[in-house]
T-cell receptor, first 114, second 115 residues
C-alpha cells in the first residue's frame, strides 16, 4: 500500500534555509509533488518532480529525490515569514492530471521566526 | 488560469440536515474531480473520485449514501453530506484534474461544522 511520511513540525529563523523531508513506500510513484497550505485554505502547488529526475530547482525552491531510498526533500532558501504554512508532499502514479489520484503525506508545519 | 471555485467556504448546519458543496472549474474542463477530507492538523484523505457522467468511485470506509457526489458536467461537481452529524465536521477540499499531463487544481476548501 501507499504510505507517505513527513516530520510534523519544523521551526527556522527568517533568512535561514528550511529543509522539509518526506519518505514514501510506493516505488512505482511517477510524480512527486510539494504543496503548501495556509490556514483555512486549499492547496497551492509549489513544485513537482518526475521520478526519473534527481533534482529540480525553481527560484528559492530545490527538490531532491533519492529514488533508491524513496526520500524526497524540499529546500527553501532564504526562508521568509510568509513561508510559514503546512507543507505536504504527495505522489501519484501514471500521467499527472489524468484520473490518477494523489496520495498525501502527513504534512509538516513550518514556522518561521524573526 | 486553471481556477477551481469552491463554495461555500464555511458552513454551520444543524445535526440531521444536508449540506451541498460545489466545485466549479472556471476556465478548463475537469474530466475527473477528487474529493478530500481533512481533519485538523491531519493530512488530506481521499474520499472519492468522480468522472463526468459516471458514478463516483469511493474509497474504502467512505459511505456513498452519506456523501453523495454528482459530476453532471465537465465544469461542476458537487458533494452533498446527507443527514450530517457532528462527526462529519471537517474541512472538505476538491481537486480537479486538468487533463493528461496537466496536473491538478485545488479548490479553496469548505469548513463544515455540524452542531
Amino acid at each position: 500500500g501507499e504510505d507517505v511520511e513527513q516530520s510534523l513540525f519544523l521551526s527556522v529563523r527568517e533568512g535561514d534555509s528550511s529543509v522539509i523531508n518526506c519518505t514514501y513506500t510506493d516505488s512505482s510513484s511517477t510524480y512527486l509533488y510539494w504543496y503548501k497550505q495556509e490556514p483555512g485554505a486549499g492547496l497551492q502547488l509549489l513544485t513537482y518532480i518526475f521520478s526519473n529526475m534527481d533534482m529540480k530547482q525553481d527560484q528559492r525552491l530545490t527538490v531532491l529525490l533519492n529514488k533508491k531510498d524513496k526520500h524526497l526533500s524540499l529546500r527553501i532558501a532564504d526562508t521568509q515569514t510568509g513561508d510559514s504554512a503546512i507543507y505536504f508532499c504527495a505522489e501519484s502514479m501514471g500521467v499527472t492530471g489524468g484520473g490518477n489520484k494523489l496520495t498525501f503525506g502527513t504534512g509538516t508545519q513550518l514556522k518561521v521566526e524573526l | 488560469g486553471a481556477v477551481v471555485s469552491q463554495h461555500p467556504s464555511w458552513v454551520i448546519c444543524k445535526s440531521g440536515t444536508s449540506v451541498k458543496i460545489e466545485c466549479r472549474s472556471l476556465d478548463f474542463q475537469a474530466t475527473t474531480m477528487f474529493w478530500y477530507r481533512q481533519f485538523p492538523k491531519q493530512s488530506l484523505m481521499l474520499m472519492a473520485t468522480s468522472n463526468e457522467g459516471s458514478k463516483a468511485t469511493y474509497e474504502q470506509g467512505v459511505e456513498k449514501d452519506k456523501f453523495l457526489i454528482n459530476h453532471a458536467s465537465l465544469t461542476l461537481s458537487t458533494l452533498t453530506v446527507t443527514s450530517a452529524h457532528p462527526e462529519d465536521s471537517s474541512f472538505y477540499i476538491c481537486s480537479a484534474a486538468r487533463g493528461q499531463g496537466r496536473g491538478y487544481t485545488f479548490g479553496s476548501g469548505t469548513r463544515l461544522t455540524v452542531v
